[in-house]
């Protein structure tokens, strides 16, 4: 029987062989940690925004303007779609069978049969034909001519004796009066239309409307015909014969009759007046009430021919098909769709997480640099989304992003994530493998262009190179995928190139507010910010000149040696520049501002002259701060000592201890600087370089091979510290940090050759 000592070292013993969690339960593990829940609910969030502004559950259109298609279209539902030509004719033909609308005036029939009656009443009262009355009783007969036979005076005469004999009669004049008004009343109330009133547009309307104003107004439809003068008075005669005739009671009076036919004619008026108004009113109102006319697409007919490039008509008739075919969709097919939408975006943000998990992790340390990199990235879909539907743009937000990505993080995550907004971009918005490639090989070009920032035209020439890749890629595979090589084809290659441009200059005036937002540091802002003038440099050079001076060799020291295993030169420069500008705070407590017979620890416990020396970390931040250095700055400032000890008051308060055994033991934490230790490569750096200068500077004689030992033994110390746990740094990097630095510093502190007559400098 086993003894239970022995089970349990063994049971420890198997548990110390298992093998280290695997890289998938490591990201499970990471993000299953209860801080990541905000993470995960910021990116659904973000995954259902994105749904929503795309409207990911219908598939998208996918043709767009200059596409020329290999075969022909035909639509996947029956579709209509208004026939401009036939709508327009149905128009046409109705504002043409529109009725004129017309303004009757009765009045003037009243009038007419008024002075009728006034000149029948001066024939009859007249005491002898004279003048005046040969003048009025002319007017009912015509003028001679080639077709009239003339009546002579006589005759005349003769009938205008008659006509005194026949009003002579009692009641005559009254009959006569009445009679013509009956003849002429039917005629009052429809009106009579003169050649001059009739409407040039009246088309093929046969009938026209006839308004009668008054206070017993009245609107009727009337035949056209009915109301033409020369009909109506055809119809006059005829009335005026028959009443006239009713007169005669056995007498002749077929000259009045033909007397009173030619005066009506000759003075008959119109009655009515085109109201151009209300006709107009009239025929708005027929064509408002033509219905549009369809034209319908079976799945049969095909919508666009090969061959062509799509123009606005055809992209319309495939929008139109398009809109069919989502609206006879079932809310299952937009359910499914949706899902599958939302499975890639959640595929392609996994596949950044775990780029993030083991390479960034920094970025899902803090909820508002997470928030700084999903809020943009998710922007620059929509974006894509919509400039692709109106402008085929979409490669403008996708190579800002890829360019902001590549300055703020790396070149290679940069890659990752214009792939996936790029293969984003294209399946929201239905556009084909040639705008993936375009895309992917333009944002591809600019971010392995973006390695260093010197200058702002360098932005300005990674987008025109970037434009040149997008021209080239559109157009050639383009060609490769069957298009043919049109004008069109290359107008629109012509205009990707145009937006990569655009999108460089965009960037241009964007990296100011991404370096603010992001906390960064390029180049451009590095070489500003390493100007001699700064006014804080210009205050440490003022009250704390030693250390100025040590400053700028540690930059000098500590730009080559970053160099050296390609880190950022530049940043470590400037870096040192101020890492020390909290000694301006009190200088003379730093022997390198001190005079030979002035040191101001003499007289002060080991403890209080640790707390002085240390406090330059924390007012040198303070200060960065107060001036708006930035963040990268302030980490110089706090990391370039990390953790070690105040070797020098540490051993001063050992020996004390020694000497005194009554003294308690020395608490090495007291005499450690409060870190953090080293968090990048950069930092690391700027403390191997400040340990290292400090010290050349107590060697009597600074020989290449004690330079050299001493930089092997300070970084040596450091490393055995752990001080360069936390920034990746490796031993062959270490290596070539210590070379660098030991040459750089053998030319500052190089041997000079003693001459005789001479002191030494």
């Given at each position: 029987?086993?003894?239970?000592?022995?089970?349990?070292?063994?049971?420890?013993?198997?548990?110390?062989?298992?093998?280290?969690?695997?890289?998938?339960?490591?990201?499970?593990?990471?993000?299953?940690?209860?801080?990541?829940?905000?993470?995960?609910?910021?990116?659904?969030?973000?995954a259902?925004?994105?749904?929503?502004?795309?409207?990911?559950?219908?598939?998208?259109?996918?043709?767009?303007?200059?596409?020329?298609?290999?075969?022909?279209?035909?639509?996947?539902?029956?579709?209509?779609?208004?026939?401009?030509?036939?709508?327009?004719?149905?128009?046409?033909?109705?504002?043409?069978?529109?009725?004129?609308v017309?303004?009757?005036?009765?009045?003037?029939?009243?009038?007419?049969?008024?002075?009728?009656?006034?000149?029948?009443?001066?024939?009859?009262?007249?005491?002898?034909?004279?003048?005046?009355?040969?003048?009025?009783?002319?007017?009912?007969?015509?003028?001679?001519?080639?077709?009239?036979?003339?009546?002579?005076?006589?005759?005349?005469?003769?009938?205008?004796?008659?006509?005194?004999?026949?009003?002579?009669?009692?009641?005559?004049?009254?009959?006569?009066?009445?009679?013509?008004?009956?003849?002429?009343?039917?005629?009052?109330s429809?009106?009579?239309?003169?050649?001059?009133?009739?409407?040039?547009?009246?088309?093929?309307?046969?009938?026209?409307?006839?308004?009668?104003?008054?206070?017993?107004?009245?609107?009727?439809?009337?035949?056209?015909?009915?109301?033409?003068?020369?009909?109506?008075?055809?119809?006059?005669?005829?009335?005026?014969?028959?009443?006239?005739?009713?007169?005669?009671?056995g007498?002749?009076?077929?000259?009045?009759?033909?007397?009173?036919?030619?005066?009506?004619?000759?003075?008959?008026?119109?009655?009515?007046?085109?109201?151009?108004?209300?006709?107009?009113?009239?025929?708005?109102?027929?064509?408002?009430?033509?219905?549009?006319?369809?034209?319908?697409?079976?799945?049969?007919?095909?919508?666009?021919l090969?061959?062509?490039?799509?123009?606005?008509?055809?992209?319309?008739?495939?929008?139109?098909?398009?809109?069919?075919?989502?609206?006879?969709?079932?809310?299952?097919?937009?359910?499914?769709?949706s899902?599958?939408?939302?499975?890639?975006?959640?595929?392609?943000g996994?596949?950044?997480?775990?780029?993030?998990?083991?390479k960034?992790?920094?970025?899902?340390?803090?909820?508002?640099?997470?928030?700084?990199?999903?809020?943009?990235?998710?922007?620059?879909?929509?974006l894509?989304?919509?400039?692709?539907?109106?402008?085929?743009?979409?490669?403008?937000?996708?190579?800002?992003?890829?360019?902001?990505?590549?300055?703020?993080?790396?070149?290679?995550?940069?890659?990752?994530?214009?792939?996936?907004?790029?293969?984003?971009?294209?399946?929201?918005?239905?556009?084909?493998?040639?705008?993936f490639?375009?895309?992917a090989?333009?944002?591809?070009?600019?971010t392995?262009?973006?390695?260093?920032?010197r200058s702002?035209?360098?932005?300005?020439?990674?987008?025109?190179?970037?434009g040149?890749?997008?021209?080239?890629?559109k157009?050639?595979?383009?060609?490769?995928?069957?298009?043919?090589?049109?004008?069109?084809?290359?107008?629109?290659a012509?205009?990707?190139?145009?937006?990569?441009?655009?999108?460089?200059?965009?960037?241009?005036?964007?990296?100011?507010?991404?370096?603010?937002?992001?906390?960064?540091?390029?180049?451009?802002?590095?070489?500003?910010?390493?100007?001699?003038?700064?006014?804080?440099?210009?205050?440490?050079?003022?009250?704390?000149?030693?250390?100025?001076?040590?400053?700028?060799?540690?930059?000098?020291?500590?730009?080559?040696?970053?160099?050296?295993?390609?880190?950022?030169?530049?940043?470590?420069?400037?870096?040192?520049?101020?890492?020390?500008?909290?000694?301006?705070?009190?200088?003379?407590?730093?022997?390198?501002?001190?005079?030979?017979?002035?040191?101001?620890?003499?007289?002060?416990?080991?403890?209080?002259?640790?707390?002085?020396?240390?406090?330059?970390?924390?007012?040198?931040?303070?200060?960065?701060?107060?001036?708006?250095?930035?963040?990268?700055?302030?980490?110089?400032?706090?990391?370039?000592?990390?953790?070690?000890?105040?070797?020098?008051?540490?051993?001063?308060?050992?020996?004390?201890?020694?000497?005194?055994?009554?003294?308690r033991?020395?608490?090495?934490?007291?005499?450690?600087?409060p870190?953090?230790?080293?968090?990048?490569?950069?930092?690391?750096?700027?403390?191997?370089?400040?340990?290292?200068?400090?010290?050349?500077?107590?060697?009597?004689?600074?020989?290449?091979?004690?330079?050299?030992?001493?930089?092997?033994?300070?970084?040596?110390?450091?490393?055995?510290?752990?001080?360069?746990?936390?920034?990746?740094?490796?031993?062959?990097?270490?290596?070539?940090?210590?070379?660098?630095?030991?040459?750089?510093?053998?030319?500052?502190?190089h041997?000079?050759?003693?001459?005789?007559?001479?002191?030494?400098?």
């Amino acid at each position: 029987m086993a003894q239970p000592g022995k089970t349990k070292k063994r049971a420890k013993h198997v548990a110390s062989l298992e093998l280290p969690p695997g890289t998938f339960r490591r990201f499970i593990s990471e993000l299953s940690h209860p801080d990541k829940l905000l993470y995960l609910a910021c990116a659904l969030f973000a995954a259902i925004a994105l749904w929503l502004v795309t409207g990911a559950w219908n598939p998208p259109m996918q043709y767009r303007p200059g596409y020329v298609p290999p075969s022909e279209i035909h639509p996947r539902v029956q579709f209509s779609v208004l026939d401009p030509l036939a709508t327009a004719k149905a128009e046409r033909d109705a504002e043409n069978e529109a009725k004129s609308v017309y303004l009757n005036e009765p009045a003037k029939l009243d009038r007419l049969r008024a002075r009728l009656q006034s000149i029948i009443v001066q024939l009859t009262t007249a005491k002898q034909f004279d003048v005046e009355v040969e003048r009025l009783w002319n007017e009912f007969f015509p003028i001679a001519d080639d077709d009239v036979t003339p009546v002579s005076p006589m005759e005349r005469e003769e009938q205008f004796q008659k006509l005194k004999a026949l009003f002579a009669r009692e009641n005559m004049l009254t009959a006569f009066e009445q009679n013509i008004a009956n003849a002429l009343k039917p005629f009052a109330s429809r009106g009579i239309m003169a050649p001059e009133q009739l409407d040039e547009k009246q088309g093929q309307a046969a009938s026209i409307i006839v308004v009668t104003p008054g206070p017993n107004a009245t609107k009727q439809v009337i035949s056209q015909n009915d109301v033409l003068k020369a009909q109506v008075f055809e119809s006059i005669r005829a009335n005026l014969k028959t009443h006239l005739e009713s007169l005669a009671k056995g007498e002749d009076i077929s000259f009045l009759v033909q007397a009173v036919d030619f005066w009506v004619e000759k003075n008959l008026p119109g009655t009515l007046t085109i109201d151009k108004i209300a006709t107009a009113k009239e025929r708005e109102d027929a064509v408002a009430a033509v219905e549009p006319v369809m034209h319908i697409y079976s799945t049969k007919d095909a919508v666009v021919l090969p061959g062509k490039p799509l123009d606005a008509i055809g992209i319309e008739l495939l929008h139109a098909e398009h809109r069919a075919y989502i609206d006879q969709r079932s809310f299952f097919s937009k359910t499914i769709y949706s899902l599958a939408i939302l499975g890639m975006y959640y595929a392609l943000g996994t596949l950044c997480a775990i780029y993030l998990v083991f390479k960034c992790p920094s970025i899902l340390k803090d909820l508002n640099e997470y928030l700084l990199f999903l809020i943009p990235t998710c922007a620059t879909i929509a974006l894509g989304y919509w400039f692709d539907d109106r402008w085929q743009a979409e490669i403008i937000p996708a190579m800002i992003l890829a360019m902001t990505v590549s300055i703020v993080y790396r070149q290679e995550f940069a890659l990752l994530v214009t792939a996936c907004v790029s293969l984003a971009i294209v399946l929201t918005s239905g556009t084909s493998l040639v705008a993936f490639v375009t895309i992917a090989a333009t944002c591809s070009a600019a971010t392995l262009s973006m390695n260093r920032i010197r200058s702002r035209n360098k932005l300005i020439f990674v987008g025109l190179w970037a434009g040149v890749v997008a021209f080239t890629t559109k157009y050639g595979v383009s060609i490769v995928s069957g298009q043919p090589a049109t004008m069109a084809l290359l107008q629109a290659a012509a205009w990707q190139g145009v937006y990569a441009v655009g999108a460089g200059f965009l960037m241009t005036g964007l990296l100011p507010f991404v370096e603010k937002a992001y906390g960064i540091l390029t180049d451009i802002s590095l070489l500003e910010l390493g100007d001699a003038a700064h006014p804080l440099l210009q205050k440490l050079a003022q009250r704390a000149p030693g250390t100025y001076n040590h400053s700028i060799t540690v930059a000098s020291i500590a730009e080559s040696a970053a160099d050296s295993i390609a880190a950022n030169g530049l940043l470590v420069r400037v870096g040192a520049y101020f890492h020390d500008i909290g000694k301006m705070m009190k200088p003379e407590y730093f022997i390198e501002n001190q005079n030979a017979s002035d040191n101001r620890h003499e007289g002060l416990n080991p403890a209080i002259s640790t707390l002085v020396i240390i406090a330059h970390v924390k007012d040198g931040a303070d200060l960065a701060r107060q001036n708006r250095l930035p963040r990268a700055i302030i980490d110089f400032i706090e990391q370039h000592h990390g953790t070690t000890l105040v070797e020098y008051f540490y051993r001063v308060a050992s020996a004390k201890v020694e000497a005194n055994p009554d003294e308690r033991e020395v608490d090495e934490t007291i005499y450690r600087y409060p870190g953090p230790k080293p968090q990048t490569k950069e930092a690391a750096v700027l403390m191997i370089c400040d340990a290292v200068e400090s010290a050349c500077r107590t060697l009597v004689e600074p020989t290449a091979s004690r330079i050299e030992a001493l930089v092997e033994e300070l970084s040596m110390k450091r490393l055995l510290d752990g001080q360069f746990d936390e920034c990746g740094l490796t031993l062959r990097e270490l290596r070539q940090i210590q070379s660098s630095v030991t040459k750089s510093l053998t030319a500052v502190y190089h041997g000079r050759v003693k001459y005789p007559s001479s002191q030494p400098a």
